[in-house]
């Protein structure tokens, strides 16, 4: 069985940082290409990061030069770093894990940028 379990959400004031976990399970990690999502009520989930098994990663333009992505691939472990946070920013934040036969969520972990 396939896990995702993210983890580091909370509550932050404008141009504060969070780090966001995601442990996986081993039998995925190494072939899956890992994302971050986000999603707002009423709003479609979207994509605000990945990377693939090689280290390669894009971001939506909303977030570069302000979130990282990352991966360590001994621990099964992906990361998003988040620095210079926005109210905009506000959200539930979604692992993902794409390998066949599909994708694989995680349960979220939300992020709240107030003052």
């Known amino acids: 069985q396939v896990q995702l379990v993210e983890s580091g959400g909370g509550l932050v004031q404008p141009g504060g940082s969070l780090r966001l976990s995601c442990a996986a399970s081993a039998s995925i990690f190494s072939k899956a290409v890992m994302g971050w999502y986000r999603q707002t009520p009423g709003k479609q989930r979207e994509l605000v990061a990945r990377?693939?098994?090689?280290?390669?990663?894009n971001y939506t333009d909303s977030v570069k030069g302000r979130f990282t992505i990352s991966r360590d691939n001994a621990k099964n472990m992906v990361y998003l770093q988040m620095n210079s946070l926005k109210p905009e920013d506000t959200a539930v934040y979604y692992c993902?894990?794409?390998?066949?036969?599909?994708?694989?969520w995680g349960q979220g972990t939300q992020v709240t940028v107030s003052s």
């Open positions: 990377i693939t098994r090689d280290y390669t990663t």
């Open positions: 993902r894990a794409s390998a066949l036969p599909g994708n694989y």
